[in-house]
């Protein structure tokens, strides 16, 4: 593989990019010694505009400067079909010509192209987000070939094909793991830093790490269709994806200009002074108004990615600023979706081997996900060998549970139905701790071994671990109403919104049911985020405000139906993700109205009563467009303190 061009720095900086400002400096310095000072009788002296006798050696960095100035803004009209702004400093540099104000354009060529280069520079540090994106994908992996692992470039891997990933390496596709066990760290994927353990049958991410184990992989998705790919996809789109702010930016930009010629015009009939006309051309050129908007845009978005927070532009960031409702999905958003054992009961005088065992012997071929769940349950206790249980034939009781008859025994785990049928340990303690249970909205289920009560189980959707701080964290960024939407019954759902923090919920609900909902909060003027796994609640999604995908990792629809995805299903990101929005969106405020608008318009209004020459405007501009983007760059570090 060849070696890749070496690009040629000084002082850290490409010299392809300030090679043309550092020839245009040494002109500069060069004519104004000649001009000046020496003043040499073979160049020729003219007088200029107010009178001066002046030399005419700075005309040629002012041509050589103007020229990369008047092709900048050609190139821009032809682009976007229209007369841009940069055609104003063009105007001025002809003006300086034909004023034989020399050192003026020179000087006023010199800093918009400094200012070019400085910005690009500081872009350049904005978007290397996406660069770093780009540098997790790995260029080679094991690919298997006639029953042997060879070393090829991921660009000869198709779907289908095996690969092998060793410890201490990044996975390159996205793909199932068929033979293997591993830690991986996906935290360039999803934000998270723990290690997450993977088996057979599961997922992987390209640009993941194998912190430990040997694994072979399936590839299902590559290139652009991956997680990763899609990120960075993304992420690049994103300064394209304009909010309101930027719209009415734009807008006024267009009224701007116009009304720049106006005053131009005014000033040259009041004053007949070309000089301060050419001030005003200089200065109203609306670059930082440009920038405001995508240096914060792409510094935010590339943040967010880090964090495992998939934003989708300036609108995205806009809608998340001004949410002050939200909505939740209850399963897999605020509990995990999947159930687990919450409680047990063991009635006084049945040992713990007996009544895990009898559990053990019903459930133990269930393929019901409580069953699973309480078989998982029992694994986990260590109480009993369960493969030391016999296989037992067994019998589903509808709306009631499972029944299995073994060695002449008949065991049961069913609901409170089955006390119908009981002849001992239906006591005051069994009682109390079914109803107990229900109020919490569990699926409560009792033991029963020849129609003798031997305990109780129950099992529930459990909720995220600091469920109840995120929802206070949300209040303390302006999100007040906050409701939980479920098709779950009352019970369960009052349960888990009691254990949640969430004051309000809507029970027994359809899917369309849902966008009932969501389209009543909006009536009276809510702006609503709807949170949701991103599959079931796509329509919902797409309806609200803003809609939030939880576990886009291993979703496409996620991605695809929300503006906002949070790569893992740790919803503790969430408050992060709004509160970096939400800075993200007064820092595009900060750029359009105080760097932009402001300076703008006050440096037209001081440059057409003469108090800045076209120099001092050209450094106010170039001053302004600078100071967006450092002010925008702030974002690539900013963290949430809670």
């Given at each position: 593989m060849a070696d890749k061009k070496q690009t040629k720095k000084l002082f850290g900086l490409d010299?392809?990019?300030?090679?043309?400002?550092?020839?245009?400096?040494?002109?500069?310095?060069?004519?104004?010694?000649?001009?000046?000072?020496?003043?040499?009788?073979?160049?020729?002296?003219?007088?200029?505009?107010?009178?001066?006798?002046?030399?005419?050696?700075?005309?040629?960095?002012?041509?050589?400067?103007?020229?990369?100035?008047?092709?900048?803004?050609?190139?821009?009209?032809?682009?976007?079909?229209?007369?841009?702004?940069?055609?104003?400093?063009?105007?001025?540099?002809?003006?300086?010509?034909?004023?034989?104000?020399?050192a003026s354009g020179a000087l006023v060529a010199f800093m918009m192209i400094i200012g070019e280069v400085l910005e690009d520079i500081t872009m350049m540090k904005t978007q290397n987000a996406v660069a770093e994106l780009v540098k997790l994908v790995p260029h080679k992996c094991r690919k298997l070939v006639d029953g042997q692992f060879v070393e090829v470039s991921i660009k000869k891997v198709r779907k289908g094909d095996i690969i092998q990933v060793q410890t201490g390496e990044k996975i390159a596709v996205d793909g199932v793991i068929t033979k293997g066990n591993a830690a991986i760290n996906e935290a360039s994927i999803t934000g998270e830093s723990m290690p997450v353990d993977k088996k057979v049958g599961d997922e992987v991410f390209v640009g993941t790490l194998n912190e430990s184990g040997v694994i072979e992989v399936q590839t299902e998705k590559l290139g652009g269709d991956t997680v990763l790919g899609k990120i960075i996809n993304t992420v690049?789109?994103?300064?394209?994806?304009?909010?309101?702010?930027?719209?009415?930016?734009?807008?006024?930009?267009?009224?701007?200009?116009?009304?720049?010629?106006?005053?131009?015009?005014?000033?040259?009939?009041?004053?007949?002074?070309?000089?301060?006309?050419?001030?005003?051309?200089?200065?109203?050129?609306?670059?930082?108004?440009?920038?405001?908007?995508?240096?914060?845009?792409?510094?935010?978005?590339?943040?967010?990615?880090k964090k495992g927070i998939l934003v989708k532009g300036g609108d995205a960031i806009e809608a998340s600023a001004k949410i002050n409702a939200i909505c939740f999905d209850k399963t897999g958003t605020i509990t995990k979706g999947v159930p687990a054992v919450t409680e047990k009961?063991?009635?006084?005088?049945?040992?713990?081997?007996?009544?895990?065992?009898?559990?053990?012997?019903?459930?133990?071929?269930?393929?019901?996900?409580?069953?699973?769940?309480?078989?998982?349950?029992?694994?986990?206790?260590?109480?009993?060998?369960?493969?030391?249980?016999?296989?037992?034939?067994?019998?589903?009781?509808?709306?009631?549970?499972?029944?299995?008859?073994?060695?002449?025994?008949?065991?049961?785990?069913?609901?409170?139905?089955?006390?119908?049928?009981?002849?001992?340990?239906?006591?005051?303690?069994?009682?109390?701790?079914?109803?107990?249970?229900?109020?919490?909205?569990?699926?409560?289920?009792?033991?029963?071994?020849?129609?003798?009560?031997?305990?109780?189980?129950?099992?529930?959707?459990?909720?995220?671990?600091?469920?109840?701080?995120?929802m206070q964290q949300f209040k303390k960024l302006g999100i007040e109403h906050i409701v939980m939407l479920t098709g779950d019954n009352e019970y369960t759902a009052k349960a888990i919104c009691d254990e949640a923090g969430i004051s309000e919920f809507k029970a027994n609900l359809l899917p369309e049911q849902k966008l009932d909902a969501i389209k009543d909060l909006q009536a009276k003027g809510y702006k609503v985020a709807m949170v949701g796994d991103g599959v079931n609640d796509a329509p919902a999604l797409v309806l609200a405000d803003l809609g939030i995908a939880m576990g886009g990792a291993g979703t496409d629809v996620a991605i695809e139906s929300s503006k906002l995805t949070l790569m893992s299903d740790n919803i503790a990101m969430l408050p992060t993700a709004f509160a970096l929005c939400q800075r993200a969106y007064h820092m595009i405020l900060q750029n359009i109205i105080i760097f932009a608008v402001i300076v703008n318009v006050v440096g037209v209004f001081l440059s057409s009563l003469g108090f800045l020459n076209p120099i001092a405007a050209a450094i106010v501009h170039n001053a302004s467009s600078i100071f967006v983007v450092l002010n925008s760059s702030r974002m690539l570090t900013w963290k949430y303190k809670g």
């Open positions: 010299l392809n990019v300030i090679w043309y400002p550092l020839v245009l400096v040494l002109l500069i310095i060069i004519g104004l010694v000649l001009d000046y000072i020496i003043k040499p009788s073979w160049i020729p002296r003219v007088t200029n505009y107010e009178g001066h006798d002046v030399g005419t050696f700075l005309l040629i960095p002012l041509i050589f400067g103007g020229f990369r100035c008047t092709k900048d803004a050609v190139e821009a009209t032809i682009k976007k079909k229209k007369v841009t702004a940069g055609m104003l400093v063009v105007l001025s540099l002809i003006g300086c010509i034909y004023c034989a104000e020399y690049k789109s994103a300064q394209d994806q304009k909010g309101n702010a930027q719209k009415v930016a734009d807008k006024f930009s267009e009224v701007f200009l116009p009304l720049v010629l106006l005053v131009c015009v005014i000033v040259w009939f009041a004053t007949h002074n070309l000089i301060r006309v050419m001030s005003v051309l200089v200065i109203a050129c609306p670059c930082a108004l440009m920038l405001a908007t995508p240096t914060v845009v792409i510094a935010a978005v590339g943040n967010a990615a009961y063991i009635a006084p005088g049945v040992s713990e081997e007996e009544y895990y065992s009898a559990i053990a012997i019903a459930e133990k071929n269930s393929s019901h996900p409580l069953g699973k769940a309480i078989m998982k349950y029992v694994n986990a206790s260590g109480k009993i060998d369960v493969s030391a249980i016999p296989n037992a034939e067994y019998e589903m009781l509808v709306g009631r549970g499972v029944r299995t008859s073994h060695d002449g025994n008949v065991y049961e785990v069913s609901n409170k139905k089955c006390l119908a049928d009981a002849k001992e340990g239906v006591t005051d303690e069994v009682n109390a701790f079914i109803k107990n249970n229900e109020s919490k909205g569990r699926t409560t289920m009792l033991v029963v071994k020849n129609a003798k009560v031997l305990g109780g189980i129950s099992v529930a959707d459990e909720i995220r671990e600091n469920i109840k701080t995120t």
